[in-house]
Every structure is written in structure tokens, then in C-alpha cells.
């Protein structure tokens, strides 16, 4: 099933949204409009030590999230692109692993990318998709990680999901699940969002750019610092209030070991709405 949402507002200049699509290579300003792939020493040479600390301390933090706990939500969401086809792979043998999930939301992609494949049902099915019911798919391009955030935020408010696990690459994880909070946050959504990182060796070429995770991530880094200061990704204030929030409101969630948990359910918590969505979700971050 194709999920059509509605717009959110007129589309942003690719400078301006967030050049997710750059080729690899360059060495712009951290404070630039284009940040490349893959990222120089000199890329990286106008942000502080204690910054470098901020994206540790939420790579850290946001890894404290157990990933037991994706088999206990309703939902499970991956952002596709890179020509990372093993994102879907992951994803496809988790849903069907999980039958008590009940949407499976798949992200689009960006055409500019030259191994960009449009998603549909027939492709899912070659990597193993059996479940259809519930399959949502992104059916407008994701130029970047913005859109793909916006339009979860939209599927998650539309569709009344109390929980969701988050599927990508290891080397994007933590600046998708950063941009993704912070579409949640201002659409008023406030939702488990658990981290589901790929199974995939670090030294695996991206068939984009046949880059390594050991290159691609210090340009994460760099997006990050730059997007949190352009309001496109959650701050360390915002994540630190978020992750004090899921842990103290969704313990049964969290903690494996919790008593009344049989395999096969979920437990997203009993305190407070399942989701809310509240005002406009504004332009995409990038």
C-alpha cells in the first residue's frame, strides 16, 4: 500500500533543505550551505571539542536504547538511500520475524542518487516481504533525510502509532534518529522511538560512493553540528529531555527482564496519550 500524506508546506532549496545528496569529496566550511560525503580534516576545523563531546554523548545515549525493545512497539520504520539495499534486507527479516508489528514504514529515497530504485511491493517481495498488510511506502521523493523525517511524523500522528523502531546504517543512525525526533517534536508527537541499527560490516562499500561507514562518518558528524544549529535535528537539550522522558514513562519497554512481558506483545506503557500531533509540522529539516 501506497501512503500518499499530505504537503507540508512549499519545498525548501536543496542548499537551503540540506544537501543530503552531495557527491563525495570537498572540504566546505561546517557553517556552509554544502557539506560533502565525505568529510576533510579542514571540514571540520571550526567546531569545538566540546561539540565533538555533544555527538558522542548522543551516539552514546542513544545507543543505551535496547534493541530488544523494537520487537515490543507497533511500528517499524527504514529510511532507504545510499543504495544501502541491506537497510531494506534488515527491516523485511525483522517485520516478518515480528508479526505482532503492525505497519512497516519504508522512507523514499532520493532520485539524484545514481543508485536511487523507486520501492515498490513487487522489489520487496524479491527481498523477502511475505506480510504486505500494513506496508506503508513513502510514495513522493525524499531528497533528504527531512522529508523522510516529516513524512514519518506524519504517518505516525495519521495512523495513531504509540511506538516505533528505527532502521539504517550504523554510520547514519544517530543523525536520523536526531532528525526524526525533532520533526516528532514539532508536530507535538511524543512517541518510544527505538534504534534498530543494519547488521552490516563497517568496511562494506556504499554502492553510492563506495565509501566505508570508517569514511562516512565523520561527515555525519559534521551535518549533525551544523543542522542542530540550523534547528533541522534535535539539540543535546532536546534529546537529554526526550531520552529522561522514555525512560522514566516506559520502563516495561526498555527493560528486557521486566515481569508481564511475554514475547510477542507490545508494551509501550500505560501513562499518558499513545501519540499526539499538535499544530503544523512546518518545512522538513534536512
Do not use: C
Not at 522514555?246 to 506503557?269: F, K, M, V
Amino acid at each position: 500500500m501506497a501512503d500518499l500524506p499530505p504537503p507540508h508546506g512549499p519545498a525548501l532549496p536543496l542548499r537551503q533543505a540540506g544537501p543530503d545528496g552531495d557527491v563525495a569529496g570537498g572540504g566546505a566550511s561546517p557553517r556552509a550551505g554544502t557539506i560533502p560525503r565525505i568529510a576533510r580534516e579542514e571540514g571540520l576545523s571550526g567546531f569545538t571539542a566540546g561539540d565533538f563531546l555533544a555527538v558522542m554523548e548522543a551516539v552514546t545515549m542513544i545507543l543505551t536504547l535496547p534493541q530488544s525493545a523494537a520487537a515490543h512497539v507497533d511500528a517499524l520504520v527504514v529510511a532507504t538511500g545510499q543504495g544501502e539495499e541491506w537497510r531494506l534486507r534488515h527491516a523485511i527479516r525483522h517485520w516478518e520475524a515480528h508479526p505482532q508489528l503492525r505497519h512497516l514504514l519504508i522512507a523514499n529515497g532520493n532520485p539524484a542518487e545514481r543508485t536511487y530504485v523507486e520501492i515498490t511491493l513487487d522489489q520487496l517481495r524479491g527481498l523477502g516481504l511475505r506480510r504486505t498488510d500494513g506496508v506503508r511506502l513513502q510514495a513522493e521523493p525524499a531528497t533528504d533525510t527531512g522529508r523522510q523525517a516529516a513524512w514519518i511524523a506524519d504517518r505516525v500522528a495519521a495512523l495513531g502509532i504509540t511506538g516505533l523502531a528505527l532502521t539504517v546504517s550504523p554510520y547514519h543512525l544517530a543523525r536520523v534518529y536526531l532528525t526524526v525526533l525533532k520533526a516528532f517534536i514539532g508536530s507535538g508527537i511524543r512517541v518510544p522511538l527505538i534504534p534498530l541499527p543494519v547488521a552490516v560490516p563497517p568496511d562494506t562499500p556504499v554502492p553510492e560512493t563506495g565509501a566505508t561507514a570508517y569514511d562516512l562518518v565523520p561527515g555525519e558528524v559534521q551535518r549533525i553540528l551544523t543542522y542542530q544549529e540550523r534547528g533541522w535535528v534535535a539539540t543535546p537539550a532536546e534529546l537529554r529531555q526526550y531520552l529522561h522522558w522514555l525512560w522514566s514513562r516506559h520502563p516495561a519497554l526498555l527493560d528486557a527482564s521486566a515481569p508481564g512481558r511475554p514475547e510477542g506483545t507490545t508494551s509501550t506503557g500505560s501513562t499518558g496519550p499513545p501519540a499526539t500531533a499538535s499544530g503544523s509540522a512546518g518545512p522538513p529539516p534536512a
